[in-house]
């Protein structure tokens, strides 16, 4: 469920056409519902039971997406993304599951979407902070707003770089939010996060959305962990790809970056390595009608 953008570097800090970064989203995406308690982790069954057409806006590899369609097959689910690529892993992935209320369609987010007025009764947007420019979330969230039935509800769901407690790990995740905020992709000043838990809720507020609420969560992926040794392999890809464009923006020079990295990768094999994200849910509901 996420896409790691940055214009300067073609168009992204991970290229979300490369098989390598599917599989890591996949993973990461499978590790982030376990720790939010599941792909409606703020909310019971009991609060479901009016929603019947759900749009997930930049699925990727559509594991969100599937995973509801599985789980509650009365719904009809459509994810979006501009990534070919992703949408026909995701496409052929809900036929080979048997899934015919999963659907999937290529589109771009940064356009007026290709959608009718009052379509759904749910939008999910997951990681989406970090990859398009800060100051076109009002946008995206009037066209949510526009599409969304009336009392319909919207969740955001972000997260910020994990931290942990050793100085490789900790250097590499910083210079990619250092990256982040060069390149206009962070809401923080400084780049020392990516900075979108303290907004998502605000600008939820902003678009007019009601009821307004958050939840936060934690995945902790400390050495002894559940999900130590997936965290382990995402980050071990993740530091990788982004690579050539932490090069390219001078970031960093190459052979500090693979000392970096080795250094990083073998600090959380350590029995003492400890890391953990925080993961955050903000959701509301579009006003219904008079």
Same mark, same amino acid.
């Given at each position: 469920?996420?896409?790691?953008?940055?214009?300067?570097?073609? /168009?992204?800090?991970?290229?979300?056409?490369?098989?390598?970064?599917?599989?890591?989203?996949? !993973?990461?995406?499978?590790?982030?519902?376990?720790?939010?308690?599941?792909?409606?982790?703020?909310?019971? !069954?009991? =609060?479901?039971? /009016?929603?019947?057409?759900?749009?997930?806006?930049?699925?990727? @590899?559509?594991?969100?997406?599937?995973?509801?369609?599985?789980? +509650?097959?009365?719904?009809? &689910?459509?994810?979006? =993304?501009? $990534?070919?690529?992703?949408?026909? +892993?995701?496409?052929?992935?809900?036929?080979?599951?048997?899934? @015919?209320?999963?659907?999937?369609? /290529?589109?771009?987010?940064?356009?007026?979407?290709?959608?009718?007025?009052?379509?759904? =009764?749910?939008?999910?947007?997951?990681?989406?902070?970090?990859?398009?420019?800060?100051?076109?979330?009002?946008?995206?969230?009037?066209?949510?707003?526009?599409?969304?039935?009336?009392?319909?509800?919207?969740?955001?769901?972000?997260?910020?770089?994990?931290?942990?407690?050793?100085?490789?790990?900790?250097?590499?995740?910083?210079?990619?939010?250092?990256?982040?905020?060069? /390149?206009?992709?962070?809401?923080?000043?400084?780049?020392?996060?990516?900075?979108?838990?303290?907004?998502?809720?605000?600008?939820?507020?902003?678009?007019?959305?009601?009821?307004?609420? $958050?939840?936060?969560? &934690?995945?902790?992926?400390?050495?002894?962990?559940?999900?130590?040794?997936?965290?382990?392999?995402? +980050?071990? &890809?993740?530091?990788?790809?982004?690579?050539?464009?932490?090069?390219?923006?001078? &970031?960093?020079?190459?052979?500090?970056?693979?000392?970096? +990295?080795?250094?990083?990768?073998?600090?959380?094999?350590?029995? !003492?390595?400890?890391?953990?994200?925080?993961?955050?849910?903000?959701?509301?509901?579009?006003?219904?009608?008079?």
């Amino acid at each position: 469920m996420v896409l790691h953008r940055f214009h300067s570097c073609g /168009t992204h800090l991970t290229d979300p056409e490369q098989a390598a970064e599917m599989a890591r989203l996949l !993973d990461q995406d499978r590790l982030f519902m376990h720790a939010m308690g599941g792909p409606f982790g703020e909310r019971s !069954d009991n =609060d479901l039971t /009016t929603i019947f057409d759900v749009l997930n806006i930049a699925c990727g @590899p559509g594991s969100w997406v599937l995973e509801v369609a599985h789980s +509650y097959p009365e719904m009809e &689910i459509v994810g979006i =993304d501009s $990534s070919k690529t992703m949408i026909g +892993y995701a496409r052929a992935h809900a036929q080979v599951r048997d899934l @015919p209320n999963a659907h999937f369609y /290529t589109m771009n987010i940064l356009q007026p979407l290709d959608i009718p007025d009052e379509t759904f =009764d749910l939008i999910s947007i997951h990681s989406i902070i970090n990859r398009i420019p800060p100051n076109f979330c009002p946008q995206l969230l009037s066209e949510c707003m526009r599409i969304l039935r009336p009392g319909g509800s919207i969740r955001i769901c972000e997260g910020d770089w994990g931290s942990g407690n050793t100085l490789a790990f900790e250097t590499l995740s910083g210079l990619l939010a250092q990256a982040m905020q060069q /390149t206009g992709q962070s809401f923080s000043p400084t780049g020392r996060t990516i900075g979108p838990l303290p907004m998502i809720a605000h600008l939820l507020r902003k678009a007019d959305f009601q009821n307004v609420r $958050s939840k936060a969560d &934690i995945l902790d992926f400390s050495a002894g962990t559940q999900p130590h040794e997936g965290m382990y392999q995402n +980050y071990s &890809i993740l530091f990788k790809l982004a690579e050539p464009c932490l090069l390219n923006m001078h &970031i960093i020079e190459e052979n500090t970056f693979d000392e970096l +990295y080795d250094l990083a990768l073998t600090e959380m094999l350590s029995d !003492d390595f400890c890391a953990a994200w925080t993961l955050l849910t903000a959701w509301g509901n579009k006003p219904a009608a008079p």
